[in-house]
């Protein structure tokens, strides 16, 4: 029997889930300068429109067949093109319809794709954008899934009747809802991708402020909201788990957001707007792969440490020479990092997953599972990207022109801008903004000549 609460509940989380990746574009299309926010914005609808095609196709299969080897892959013929699935109840999952459990994790995978998006704002071609898209959610995100999300199933004899990932199963990391698969995954390709793209013209000295941090504001509040799907959800049932998950989201990006802006005020003076929405969506990532494994103070634990420690990450871009746009690296991947790990000191049996940490007693048995699957990951796309975007690089090329860059990638790649700035003054033309760029770009060229 299809258990219809469970499925509601599921159902209602992936339609969560899948709005976040539009709120992800008005945070990142936000952050970004006026002249790039309709290609940021591209990119996470680009990736939604890919990932989802991909994902029926094969990356469910890939992600969710049947192991065939060490856990690193699932079989890619055993679903592919979603057959078989459309009548098969998944009974060890509570009674959900497959296609449920189908459609949630297809928005796991859109959403990890367009994080990355983010640490290349301002100077990659669109076209060779999904070009990656596609190729790094078949060759790193869906063995990744495979690896975290997976699961072993025996039935009521103790006969195993599916195969899963090492990570969930040999390994026994605790990752509830992606704080691997999904933020450290997408980190360290973000790290990876700004590393073979190189750095916008003029960073590290021109500014380069947000132009629209209302923008911002609503898209974070719009990742809030979803992802109380994206990690009540995972528990696959509307259950005790699902309401412990909800609440440790709550607590910790709220103690994430104020440690944050805490961090802020010390060092700078004042606390941001812009600062309050990067808090709301370090203390989402760090929460992610705990959020069934510790209690609520611990769960303020992870976001206030995950706060400060990504407030202080931002800043390494420029004291290290690498240029992440919008701070993947400082938020995803050391956030991902801090949740991953500090299940290891602050878990505690009394939560859901039943497993104590090394403040509750438990010695380091799940920390160091928590630290080689992290970092597990974090070599696997690392290496992976560099090697995709290299490769993407030489052949159709990745990053734009400088004069290019300089003109704006909305006009010269969408043959749009974001803003009417013509009609603002009743009419006239947008020539002289054109024309402006264009001397901007052969004044550059004379400087270094």
Avoid at 55 to 80: C, I, K, M, N
Avoid at 135 to 155: E, G, R, S
Avoid at 289 to 311: E, N, R
């Amino acid at each position: 029997m299809v258990n219809t609460g469970d499925t509601a509940w599921i159902l209602t989380s992936a339609a969560l889930v899948l709005l976040m990746t539009p709120g992800l574009a008005l945070f990142y299309g936000g952050m970004v300068r006026a002249k790039s926010v309709l290609n940021m914005m591209m990119m996470s609808f680009g990736a939604l429109a890919l990932i989802s095609v991909l994902w029926v196709l094969y990356g469910y299969s890939f992600a969710f067949g049947d192991d065939v080897g060490f856990g690193l892959l699932g079989d890619p013929t055993e679903f592919f093109g979603l057959a078989g699935l459309m009548e098969d109840v998944t009974t060890e999952e509570g009674g959900l319809p497959a296609m449920a459990f189908v459609g949630f994790q297809a928005v796991f995978a859109i959403i990890t794709v367009a994080l990355i998006s983010g640490a290349i704002a301002d100077r990659a071609k669109f076209g060779s954008w999904m070009v990656f898209a596609g190729i790094w959610a078949t060759v790193v995100y869906f063995p990744v899934a495979h690896w975290v999300f997976d699961f072993t199933l025996t039935d009521d004899d103790g006969v195993v009747t599916h195969t899963g990932g090492w990570i969930a199963n040999e390994l026994a990391a605790i990752d509830f809802a992606g704080g691997t698969a999904v933020h450290i995954n997408a980190g360290a390709a973000g790290l990876a991708l700004a590393l073979v793209l190189g750095k916008r013209r003029g960073f590290g000295r021109d500014a380069m402020r947000p132009h629209n941090l209302p923008l911002v504001m609503i898209g974070a509040g719009l990742l809030w909201f979803g992802w109380f799907g994206f990690n009540a959800g995972s528990a696959l049932a509307a259950n005790n788990t699902a309401a412990v998950a909800w609440v440790n989201t709550l607590v910790a990006t709220g103690a994430a957001t104020l440690a944050w802006l805490l961090v802020e005020k010390m060092r700078d003076g004042h606390s941001t707007s812009l600062g309050g929405a990067s808090g709301v969506v370090a203390g989402l990532v760090a929460i992610t792969p705990a959020c069934s494994a510790v209690s609520p103070i611990g769960a303020i634990v992870i976001g206030a440490v995950a706060g400060a420690l990504c407030a202080l990450a931002v800043g390494l871009k420029f004291k290290l020479g690498y240029d992440d746009s919008l701070d993947v690296v400082g938020v995803h991947l050391v956030g991902g990092l801090v949740g991953t790990i500090l299940v290891g000191f602050v878990g505690t049996a009394a939560a859901p997953a039943g497993v104590d940490g090394l403040f509750y007693g438990g010695g380091v048995d799940q920390l160091w599972r928590q630290v080689v699957g992290a970092l597990a990951v974090l070599a696997y796309s690392f290496v992976l990207t560099l090697v995709i975007g290299f490769l993407i690089q030489k052949t159709i090329g990745f990053r734009l022109t400088e004069e290019d860059e300089i003109t704006g990638i909305d006009t010269v790649v969408h043959a749009e801008s974001g803003y009417d700035f013509a009609s603002l003054g009743g009419g006239g033309s947008t020539a002289p903004l054109a024309g402006q760029a264009r001397a901007e770009a052969r004044n550059t060229e004379g400087s270094r000549a």
